[in-house]
C-alpha cells in the first residue's frame, strides 16, 4: 500500500509540475502574441502613412511646381502642341520597323 502511495504522490507531483510548466509556456506565448500584435498595427499604421505620404508627393500640382521650379520646365505654347492620333503613332512604327529591316 505504501508503494502504491509513493507512486500516486510521484505521479501528482509530475503532473503538477507539467501543469505549472504548461501554463507558464501558455502565458509566455499569449504575451508574444500580444507584442506581434501590437508591433503589427505600428507596422500598419506606418503602412498607412507611408501612403499618405506618397499620395501627396505624387500629386499632380507637387510635381509641376518641381518640374517648373527645380527643373525649369514649363507647358509650350498651344502653337507648339501637336496632336498624334493614335492611328498616326502605329504607322509611323510600323514604318519605322520596315526602314530597319
Known amino acids: 500500500m505504501t508503494r502504491l ?5 510521484a505521479v501528482l507531483i509530475i503532473s503538477s509540475l507539467s501543469l505549472v510548466t504548461s501554463q507558464h509556456k501558455s502565458r509566455k506565448l499569449y504575451f508574444e502574441l500580444q507584442q506581434q500584435q501590437e508591433a503589427a498595427k505600428l ?3 506606418e503602412w498607412s502613412q507611408l501612403q499618405l505620404e506618397q499620395s501627396t508627393w505624387a500629386m499632380h500640382s ?11 520646365m ?3 505654347d498651344t ?3 501637336q496632336i498624334v492620333a493614335p492611328d498616326d503613332v502605329q ?3 510600323v514604318t519605322t520597323q520596315t526602314s530597319h529591316q
Do not use: G, M, W, Y
Open 5 to 9: 502511495n509513493l507512486i500516486l504522490f
Open 43 to 45: 507596422a500598419e499604421t
Open 62 to 72: 507637387r510635381l509641376e511646381q518641381v518640374a517648373s521650379n527645380l527643373l525649369h
Open 74 to 76: 514649363h507647358v509650350p
Open 79 to 81: 502653337k507648339h502642341i
Open 91 to 93: 504607322a509611323t512604327q
